[in-house]
């Protein structure tokens, strides 16, 4: 596998073919923001706080790092007025659905967005897609999805699995930067699974 050799701010970076500018800044540990992003995951870009400045043969545009593969000789700003503002942007629009995330919080703070900055939107789910893709993608189980679409997309657990799969797996719980998939697991099992076990109770 071939060498590629570019800048990330101001950094001499030494990239393998194939890499992703979020990877190769992690490599000589730059760091990136990002919430969508997971090692053992394919590269999403949602949630596209991973927007960085890159320029190469003199042109310069905003890529989402976590998706982006590195080129030969590309220069790479991870941070500028630009990136900067337009994270603040995202991270505002984000605040709106989930203010209380402690993950979104810091980076506010980071960042200078003001979580009240857009009405309300408490659904608590930022649509990072962690759980739904960590599911399919690893324990190869389909037990959470999305439904709806546009502003009124959320996560929901599919019944029929999660009361096979889930209750002795949870290892998406950790991954959710909200809470939001706890609070809908809880629901689901609340709504249709009202024993402890996640099992049918007994007859007597």
Same mark, same amino acid.
């Given at each position: ?54 320029? @190469?043969?003199? /042109? ?19 941070? %500028?007025?630009?990136? =900067? ?12 659905? *989930? !203010? ?5 919080? =810091? ?5 200078? *967005? ?9 659904? $608590? ?31 929901? $657990?599919? !019944?029929?699995? *999660? %009361?096979?799969?889930? /209750?002795?797996?949870?290892?998406? $719980?950790?991954?959710? !930067? ?6 809908? $697991? ?8 009202? @024993?402890? %076990? ?7």
């Amino acid at each position: 596998m071939s060498e590629i050799l570019l800048q990330i701010d101001g950094k001499e970076v030494r990239a393998k073919e194939g890499m992703t500018l979020l990877e190769a800044a992690q490599e000589v540990e730059i760091s990136i923001p990002t919430l969508c992003h997971h090692e053992k995951l394919e590269p999403y870009g949602g949630c596209r706080l991973c927007t960085v400045e890159v320029e @190469s043969r003199g /042109w310069t545009r905003l890529v989402v790092a976590c998706v982006y593969p590195v080129e030969k000789n590309l220069v790479v700003r991870t941070r %500028s007025e630009k990136v =900067d503002r337009i994270r603040k942007m995202i991270l505002q629009l984000l605040l709106a659905h *989930a !203010p209380d995330a402690f993950d979104l919080q =810091d980076l506010a703070q980071e960042y200078g *967005a003001d979580k009240d900055r857009f009405e309300k939107e408490a659904s $608590f789910c930022i649509h990072c897609g962690l759980c739904v893709r960590y599911c399919a993608e690893v324990k190869k189980k389909n037990a959470v999805g999305f439904v709806d679409r546009g502003i009124r997309k959320e996560i929901s $657990f599919i !019944p029929e699995i *999660a %009361s096979k799969e889930c /209750w002795n797996c949870k290892e998406c $719980f950790p991954l959710c !930067p909200t809470e939001a998939l706890q609070a809908a $697991f809880v629901l689901t099992k609340a709504l249709a699974f009202p @024993s402890p %076990s996640f099992e049918p109770a007994s007859e007597e």
